[in-house]
Each structure stands twice: as structure tokens, then as C-alpha cells.
């Protein structure tokens, strides 16, 4: 009888995530299928840039009259899938691509993101007065891979959704407007940059893959080519910033009385890179990357959905026009810096 009535509670706990995990899934659905087309995905809207958006608008519209049935499947797609979703994004990288980019291509990336998420530190608390994990949300999105990074520092920094939301929203904001700003200054600059190089200069400052593959498009295959492997690149620094950041905000917080602190390693991220050196060696059949590839694609979609039914519009007013000037301030300094740092690496290692 006992195992009869543990087998039952079993099957209603399952049941109580299926309804929040069906909304995600049909969310994340719709952006996937609508960041395929061709106009879209032009334009630089990625699925998971769709995927919150669209979460957004139905968190605040359908989703209060749903959430007590829906939130136990949400906050497992937002919290686990996305864990899953980042440590199959390996699958995307090879470590053959670093060859590619060469050392110039390598410090480039190390400086901007370095240089991007410390100047993010010093403005958001500083300047903008903010608080410091929305400094470092909005500081990772901008200096490493967009809102797949913010996503990711999330657990580590333990940030509420409406900062979560607050720090995406700087990515689609920005990302967006560089994706027809760095096409156009491209004529202004092609005395100092070859193709190629504009290429590393895109990848190592612009937020989203999806938007340099756009822009990169824009200015030629060259440059849409090495703008890729400089942006691959960068996201691969995702897992050592991760773990380097888990053991700042270890220091940060003050460890209990007669307890030793420790660091809190996102394993997630060790796995993320575990991963990517194990794709390094091709040991799957393309076709099986290819596969995994789309799934890992749903994972993200799907926790992005879920990362915008639980934001409410109230708390993205609330949080004001400050993260959007430090936002804005790093965006220039990402092209403007970001120029400046590219050409003085290529004239040094010429």
C-alpha cells in the first residue's frame, strides 16, 4: 500500500510540471520558428532574443491567470534547462578555431572582455549607482556573448528575474543598433582594417553570435567568416570568467562564524568546457552534433521563455533609465575602445 501511495505522489509531482514546461515549450517554439526566417534572423533576432521577448508579453498579459499551475515547470525550465541548455552549447565550439584567430585574435578577446566587464564594474556602482549584480549582469552580457552569458551568470550571482530581464533588454537593445552601425562606419574604416581584421573587431565587440553573423554578412564573407571564430572564441571564455567571478562573489559574501569560506564552482561552466574539448576531437558523427545542436537550441529557447513569464513590466520600470545609460556607456566604449584596442594589437603583433 505504502509503495502504491509513494508511486501516486510520484506521478503528481511530475504532473505539476508539465503545464509550466508545455508553456516554455510553446514559446520557445514560436521564436525558434520565427528566428528562421530569413528576414528575421537578417535583421539579427536570434530565437532566444524572441524567446524572451515573447515570454515577456504573455508573463504580463496570459500568465498571472496561469502561474499557479504554470510556475513549478517555469522555474524548473529557468533555472535546470538553462544549466543543460549552456553545458550543450560546448558542442558548438572546437578548440581548432582559437588556431584560427590566431594569437592577435586571442588578446584581442582576453581585452575586451576584461577591460568591458571591469569598466562595467566601476560605472554601474560608481557612476550609475547600481546595484552589483546588475553591473555584472549587464557587464557579461555586453563583454562576453550576449544574453546566453547574462543567462548564465545568473546562477552564479543568484540575480533576481526583473534584473535578469533588465540586463537582456540592454543586449537587444544595443545588439540591434550595432548590427547597422558596424556595416556602415565600415567605409570610414577600411584604410586601417583588412576584412579579416574588421572581422575580429565585430567578434570581439558585439554581444549576440546572431548579430555578428548579420553584420559580418553586411561588410563581406571575409568578414562575416573571422568575425564568427573571433565571437566563437569569446564565448568559449564564458566558463573560465564564470568560475573566476563564483570565487569574487564567494569573497564578497561573508562567510558564517567558525565556518571556512569556499568557493562555489559552477560546474555547469566546468562542464561547458569539458564539452567543447571533447568535440575538439570529433568523435560524433556530425549529423548527432547537428542534432544535439537543435536540442540545445530548444533548451535555451525555452529558458529564455521562462526567464520572461516571470518578469513583470512593473520591474523593469523600476529599475529606470540607469542600467540603459551604463548599458549605452559600454557600447561605446565596446566600438570606440573596442577599435582602438584591435588596431593597436594588429600594429604590435604585424
Not at 209 to 232: C, L, R, T, Y
Request: with cysteine.
Amino acid at each position: 500500500m505504502t509503495e502504491i501511495t509513494h508511486h501516486v505522489s510520484r506521478k503528481n509531482d511530475i504532473a505539476l510540471f508539465v503545464p509550466g514546461l508545455l508553456l516554455s515549450a510553446v514559446i520557445a517554439g514560436l521564436a525558434l520558428w520565427l528566428g528562421n526566417i530569413p528576414s528575421v534572423a537578417g535583421a539579427g533576432f536570434s530565437a532566444l532574443t524572441l524567446a524572451i521577448l515573447f515570454g515577456i508579453v504573455a508573463g504580463n498579459t496570459l500568465y498571472p491567470r496561469l502561474h499557479v499551475r504554470c510556475d513549478a515547470g517555469v522555474l524548473w525550465s529557468k533555472q535546470h534547462l538553462l544549466r543543460l541548455g549552456i553545458i550543450l552549447y560546448g558542442l558548438r565550439l572546437t578548440f581548432s578555431q582559437i588556431a584560427e584567430v590566431g594569437v592577435s585574435g586571442i588578446t584581442i578577446d582576453v581585452l575586451m572582455l576584461s577591460s568591458t566587464f571591469m569598466l562595467a564594474c566601476l560605472l554601474g556602482q560608481k557612476v550609475f549607482g547600481l546595484d552589483r549584480k546588475t553591473s555584472w549582469l549587464i557587464g557579461a552580457g555586453s563583454s562576453i556573448c550576449g544574453a546566453a552569458a547574462v543567462l548564465a551568470t545568473e546562477p552564479v550571482v543568484k540575480a533576481e528575474s526583473s534584473k535578469v530581464a533588465v540586463a537582456v533588454a540592454t543586449v537587444v537593445i544595443y545588439g540591434t543598433l550595432a548590427i547597422f552601425i558596424y556595416p556602415a562606419i565600415y567605409p570610414l574604416l577600411a584604410h586601417w582594417f583588412t576584412p579579416e581584421a574588421y572581422g575580429i573587431y565585430m567578434g570581439s565587440t558585439m554581444h549576440e553570435v546572431a548579430q555578428v553573423v548579420a553584420a559580418g554578412h553586411a561588410v563581406s564573407p571575409d568578414a562575416e567568416n573571422a568575425a564568427v571564430i573571433a565571437k566563437m572564441l569569446r564565448v568559449m571564455m564564458l566558463a573560465p570568467f564564470l568560475i573566476l567571478l563564483a570565487s569574487r562573489v564567494k569573497q564578497l559574501s561573508p562567510a558564517a562564524s567558525g565556518e571556512k569560506s569556499k568557493i562555489t564552482i559552477p560546474w555547469f561552466a566546468v562542464l561547458f568546457i569539458l564539452v567543447a574539448v571533447f568535440n575538439s576531437f570529433h568523435l560524433l558523427p556530425k549529423g548527432v552534433v547537428d542534432v544535439l545542436i537543435t536540442i540545445d537550441t530548444v533548451l535555451l529557447a525555452m529558458a529564455m521563455a521562462a526567464l520572461g513569464l516571470t518578469t513583470h513590466i512593473s520591474a523593469l520600470k523600476k529599475a529606470g533609465a540607469k542600467p540603459l545609460l551604463m548599458a549605452l556607456a559600454l557600447f561605446v566604449w565596446l566600438i570606440v575602445g573596442g577599435g582602438a584596442i584591435n588596431l593597436l594589437v594588429h600594429h604590435l603583433m604585424a
